[in-house]
């Protein structure tokens, strides 16, 4: 597990370009025996069948992020990618799914091995495309549940910056649904000594950033959840030239329905109307991406807790509330109408954890999660979940 865990991590691949990462799990599967089958393009499924039993779904993901890697680890990433722009990155594994995937292949083995422990059938997903939010829905877009046995429930887990052999989940709402957008902002080039000529984009856009603050600070019931976030703004080439136009891009996390649509109505309301205001034509609003709720059944979530709690130890296991972060696992289960549910464990010693550095974050240039116990933790988990469905 560890040989394959380093050379994972030594080889990312950008999302829903996964294409060595692909042949490598179905090399491995073929070698367990296990049939299986290419989904959404870069994504494989296995089917583990061993006599009657439930159906159980079991994903991990497989995308890296266009990151230098800066960890200092001997199998550290020196791989590049082109965007689809055709920008060519440093790719890195700097979200964990190298360990998803390590652990998963690991498990899929352990249940080719130990049929007699055991019994129904395990559907391994190994989804492209979750840091795009495009993945899951290619998978079922390409007929996953038609050509994979369709689960009872569907289990998925996640590396995280906590203490190493530790593990949490939430009951309800586990990661909050994102959208992304992009904004174009259109106004009237001139000469800088010239303003009386121009509508000044930068001004404009600069306008929208701050009032679409308010929308949390002044629209939101203080009680409900929401954050929106302005990651980039470009305009111009030069300081003595007011441009024609800037983009700027926005980040929206909602865990209610209603909420979600507020926020995105009061989005295209603002930029609308602060376009009105400076005169300038109508702003150009392009969805990005989204990412559906992910979501764990209540009665589920809170019964594996306590079957993590008897095999992990109560002290390693805790019930926490829900991440900002995001996730399209939820959608492999929502299409077909299952539960599902999706917890953390930690990868990081305790003594970085609790010492007096940052701690390094999902999506850092220093995010190594430290080999063990994180590995064992995750196929712990793994194997703990899945028999909690099909023990023989």
Same mark, same amino acid.
């Given at each position: 597990? *560890?040989?394959? %865990?380093?050379?994972? @991590? ?8 996964? @294409? ?15 049939? *299986? ?15 009657? =039993? ?20 001997? %199998? ?10 055709? !920008? ?54 390409? =007929? ?144 990005? %991406?989204?990412?559906?709720?992910? %979501? ?34 939820? *959608? ?30 999902? @999506? ?12 064992? !933790? ?15």
């Amino acid at each position: 597990m *560890h040989d394959l %865990y380093k050379h994972l @991590h030594a080889h990312p691949e950008l999302s829903m370009q996964e @294409h060595n990462t692909a042949e490598l799990i179905e090399q491995r599967l073929a070698g367990l025996g296990v049939e *299986h089958f290419r989904c959404g393009g870069t994504g494989v499924v296995g089917i583990l069948r061993n006599g009657p =039993g439930p159906i159980v779904g079991f994903r991990a993901d497989t995308d890296g992020l266009p990151i230098q890697e800066d960890t200092g680890l001997d %199998y550290a990433s020196t791989a590049t990618g082109t965007l689809p722009d055709g !920008t060519v990155v440093p790719v890195m594994h700097g979200c964990g799914h190298d360990t998803h995937v390590a652990v998963l292949l690991t498990v899929a083995g352990l249940f080719a091995e130990a049929r007699s422990a055991w019994s129904g059938t395990l559907v391994l997903i190994f989804q492209p495309g979750e840091e795009t939010g495009a993945g899951a829905a290619a998978m079922v877009a390409d =007929g996953l549940w038609e050509r994979a046995p369709q689960p009872e429930i569907i289990f998925g887990q996640h590396v995280m910056p906590g203490p190493a052999g530790t593990l949490s989940l939430s009951v309800g709402s586990a990661m909050a649904m994102a959208d992304s957008l992009k904004v174009t902002v259109r106004g009237r080039q001139s000469h800088g000594s010239q303003p009386q000529d121009s509508i000044d984009p930068i001004v404009l856009g600069a306008h929208m950033v701050v009032r679409l603050q308010t929308i949390v600070a002044r629209e939101l019931d203080p009680r409900k959840s929401a954050v929106v976030t302005v990651g980039t703004f470009q305009s111009g080439l030069k300081e003595n030239i007011i441009p024609a136009a800037a983009e700027f891009t926005l980040n929206i996390r909602t865990f209610d329905d209603d909420v979600r649509a507020q926020v995105l109505a009061s989005v295209r309301r603002i930029i609308a109307a602060e376009a009105v205001a400076s005169g300038a034509p109508e702003p150009q609003v392009e969805e990005l %991406y989204t990412f559906p709720a992910c %979501y764990n059944d209540p009665d589920e979530a809170q019964t594996l807790a306590a079957v993590f709690g008897e095999a992990l130890g109560e002290e390693a296991v805790s019930v926490q509330p829900a991440l900002m972060g995001s996730e399209d696992f939820g *959608h492999l289960g929502t299409a077909i109408g299952v539960p599902s549910v999706f917890w953390m464990f930690g990868g990081h010693p305790a003594e970085v954890v609790d010492g007096p550095g940052p701690v390094p974050m999902n @999506h850092s240039p220093f995010f190594g999660p430290a080999m063990e116990p994180t590995l064992s !933790t995750g196929v712990n988990a793994a194997v703990t979940a899945l028999l909690s469905r099909l023990a023989a």
